[in-house]
Each structure stands twice: as structure tokens, then as C-alpha cells.
């Protein structure tokens, strides 16, 4: 089936309008028009091939939402005219043991991703939400409970939502619990809100002063300025658990040493240059813990969207037209954005 819509033909073009195929549902598909997508910062990076192995052309987006338009025989979960959603995954081996614990993320043969994923349909990798449609396993498409309103906002839960909120419930966030954000971005704003709304005494992480208001009015309880030695000095060894967004190297030890005994400090963005060695006797004198964390599972996707639905909870979003997309790039890459941007879909019919 024909389909719009816009990508690029190698790292150092821009991205453009193109015509690609997408496949008739097979049994178990399910046919999506996308409404909206979110802009990731992996787009960019993936797009423009600075993390290598992007196969051409490359349309990407995996932040998306849209209604379904045709579903397969064999799809009992989903029909025509619900809302649904897609994120990171189109696919795993579904046989592992990281699939049997609905955890195919961790796909130990490979998760399939949205985009730049291998598949046997033309071209040969998955083409992503940058498009007027997408079919996509039925098994990875996620129900949406939203108010129809609120659709474009929650296409970023689809990507910053999941990659904040299943770290927070692994390490159990919760009342009673004191819980850091750092870094108020696509990312961090997320995870200020989900935080607040488990119950978390939450604090919010940032180098700028500006940014205070901002983290009050996202939900956070304090906020501390960490380039302030004075601020982080009274804030040692009083956190449960740390969740550090920022994807730039910088000092872990600022923040590791901030923990309680047997607290953990989760990372969720991977530095284009390695962050400093840590002081390994911080963590060894406290029992205190450096983990990573990847997006989340499909059966976790679905319980944070509903979360999010019965709390009102979206990402705070700039719309564009595709047509601005690149624009959208560099913008991100200043941090000029609060805090996602949104693709229109509608605005790939204009060409």
C-alpha cells in the first residue's frame, strides 16, 4: 500500500518527502492511520547515523498514536476506529526468557525496533510513525484511554513516558520514598510528573535557575540547582533513588553521593562520549548502586499509558507540520523546546 511519507536518503541530507509501501495486514496485524507522532531525540540520532548502522532510506518515529483503519483475522484485541498506540517495538522472538516475562526490550535474539529494524518487508528494515500509516503485529500495539483531545500529547509517553516510568516502578518510587530527576527535558519532565503521581517526595535536578518554576509547576516538591555545592552538599545521603536523564557525560559522583545506603541511581541516556569514571568507594562504603534502564515492556507500556489516563497525565508538547522537521532537529539539539515536539500526520497529505 502506497504511503507518505518523510525520511532521508543518507546522514547528511535532510529529510524529505518520499512514497514507501507499507503491507496489506497479514492475520495477526493491525492497520494504523497515524494521527501523531513524537520526536525523539534518537530520530536525530539515527536519521543523521551518529550512532552508526542506519540503513537507508530511513523514516523514523516510534512515538505514535492513530486510530485503526483494518485489522487481520486473527486479531480478536483491537477493531476498526479504536485508538491505539505504537512505541520502540514492533517485534521480538517472543520465545526467550526476557519475552516470557513480558520484558522484550531485553529480547535476547533482538528486539525489532519501529524503525531501522530488520524485517522481510521492502526495503528490508521497518519504516517509522514519520508516515500517513503503519501495520504493525498486533502483539505491539498498545490501547489508548485518553480523551481525544489529549492524543497528541500522548504520543510522547509512547518513548519519554515508558523510558521514565519503568525504572521508577522497578525501584518501587513511591510514598515515603525521596526520589531525584535530573535534568528537565523530554525526558526528565516526564519523569518529574510520573514520580509526583506515584507518590514520591520528588525532587527535581537542573544547572539553571530558570528552570525552577518550571520543575514546581511539573509537580516537583524541591528543586536544587546542582552546579550549587552548597544546594547538593544538603541533599547527601538522603535519596532512595535517583532517576538521571541527562544524556550528556557529566560527574556521577555529584549524585551518587547523594544516595542513602543501598539507594541506586538509574541512567536512561547513553552519552555520545563515556561519562567519567565513577569513585568506585562511594558506591562500595554504601552499598549503593549505578544501573541502566530501557524503555519498557509491552505489557508495561499498556499499564503506564492507563496510569497515565486515569490521572489526566501528557507530556507537555510543541505541534509542527512535517514539514518543519528538520527545523524541529535543530532546535532540539539547543534544547529549544518544552519539552516534546509533535508531528502533525495531517500535514504529510500537503507534501
Not at 492513530?66 to 483475522?73: C, D, E, R
Not at 562511594?282 to 541502566?292: D, E, H, M, N
Amino acid at each position: 500500500m502506497n504511503t507518505k511519507a518523510y525520511g532521508a536518503h543518507a546522514g547528511d541530507k535532510p529529510l524529505e518527502p518520499m512514497d514507501i509501501q507499507r503491507r496489506v495486514p497479514g492475520a495477526h496485524d493491525v492497520q494504523i492511520e497515524i494521527a501523531f507522532c513524537g520526536v525523539c531525540h534518537s530520530d536525530l540520532h539515527t536519521v543523521r547515523s551518529e550512532w552508526g548502522g542506519t540503513r537507508y532510506p530511513c523514516v523514523p518515529g516510534h512515538e505514535i498514536v492513530g486510530h485503526v483503519t483494518a485489522v487481520g483475522p486473527g486479531v480478536t484485541a483491537f477493531k476498526v476506529g479504536e485508538t491505539v498506540a505504537v512505541g520502540c517495538l514492533v517485534g521480538s522472538c517472543k520465545h526467550c526468557r526476557a519475552c516470557g516475562e513480558g520484558l522484550e526490550q531485553y529480547c535476547e535474539v533482538g528486539f525489532v525496533g519501529t524503525y531501522n529494524g530488520p524485517t522481510q518487508d521492502a526495503p528490508g528494515h521497518t519504516l517509522g510513525g514519520y508516515s500517513q500509516r503503519i501495520v504493525v503485529d498486533d502483539q505491539f500495539v498498545l490501547k489508548v484511554r485518553h480523551p481525544e483531545a489529549q492524543l497528541a500529547a500522548v504520543a510522547p509517553l509512547l518513548c519519554a513516558g515508558i523510558t521514565t516510568y519503568s525504572p521508577l516502578r522497578h525501584w518501587k518510587a513511591g510514598p515515603g520514598k525521596k526520589v531525584g530527576i535530573v535534568g528537565i527535558g523530554g525526558l526528565g519532565h516526564m519523569g518529574i510528573k510520573l514520580a509526583h503521581a506515584m507518590g514520591a517526595h520528588t525532587v527535581a535536578f537542573t544547572t539553571s535557575e530558570s528552570k525552577r518554576q518550571d520543575a514546581r509547576d511539573l509537580g516537583a516538591d524541591d528543586v536544587v540547582i546542582s552546579k550549587d555545592a552548597d544546594q547538593m552538599k544538603q541533599h547527601i545521603g538522603t535519596f532512595d533513588f535517583i532517576l538521571n536523564t541527562v544524556a550528556a557525560s557529566h560527574d556521577l559522583d555529584a549524585f551518587t553521593r547523594l544516595l542513602k545506603r543501598d539507594g541506586t541511581m538509574c541512567l536512561v541516556g547513553v552519552p555520545e562520549h563515556p561519562h567519567p569514571a565513577p569513585n568506585v568507594a562511594q558506591l562500595i562504603f554504601g552499598r549503593r548502586a549505578i544501573a541502566g534502564s530501557l524503555i519498557g515492556g509491552i505489557a508495561e507500556t499498556q499499564e503506564m499509558l492507563d496510569f497515565c489516563a486515569e490521572r489526566g497525565i501528557v507530556s507537555e508538547i510543541e505541534m509542527i507540520p512535517i514539514q518543519k522537521i528538520d527545523e524541529a532537529y535543530d532546535r532540539m539539539q539547543r534544547s529549544d523546546v518544552k519539552y516534546r515536539f509533535v508531528i502533525d500526520n495531517a500535514t504529510l497529505a500537503t507534501g
